[in-house]
Nanobody, 125 residues
Framework: QVHLVESGGGLVQSGDSLRLSCVVS????????LAWFRQAPGKEREFVAT????????HYADFVKDRFTVSRDNAKNTDYLQLNSLRPEDTGIYYC??????????????????WGQGTQVTVSA
């Protein structure tokens, strides 16, 4: 079982930055993909970015447009999502998730078996 715990969300103003963290624990496999998703009120969960366990491969949704960066600190078993130039439309609950389908880059939420509880990001205009 893989356990994920997010933190780092908050209330910020448009143009500000936040760094979200996701601590990975439990029986973590040697290969997996970790993704970040977000869900705005009344909308479906949306793919944001992925990173593989070795940090050699990342993938971003088109809307990120160089504003967000995903990274990992293996010594801390922690993944990060750096959010820059935040906009009100970035408001939502941000989740990290893990899939064992490491041989490609899943971007659909149903392909991820393990999820954190989410952290709220609110961006005011």
């Amino acid at each position: 079982q893989v356990h994920l715990v997010e933190s780092g969300g908050g209330l910020v103003q448009s143009g500000d930055s936040l760094r979200l963290s996701c601590v990975v624990s439990g029986r973590t496999p040697s290969r997996y993909i970790l993704a970040w998703f977000r869900q705005a009120p009344g909308k479906e969960r949306e793919f944001v970015a992925t990173i593989n366990r070795s940090s050699t491969s990342t993938h971003y949704a088109d809307f990120v447009k160089d504003r967000f960066t995903v990274s990992r600190d293996n010594a801390k078993n922690t993944d990060y999502l750096q959010l820059n130039s935040l906009r009100p439309e970035d408001t939502g609950i941000y989740y990290c998730a893990v899939t064992l389908r490491w041989w490609y880059t899943p971007v659909n939420a149903e392909e991820y078996a393990y999820w954190g509880q989410g952290t709220q990001v609110t961006v005011s205009a």
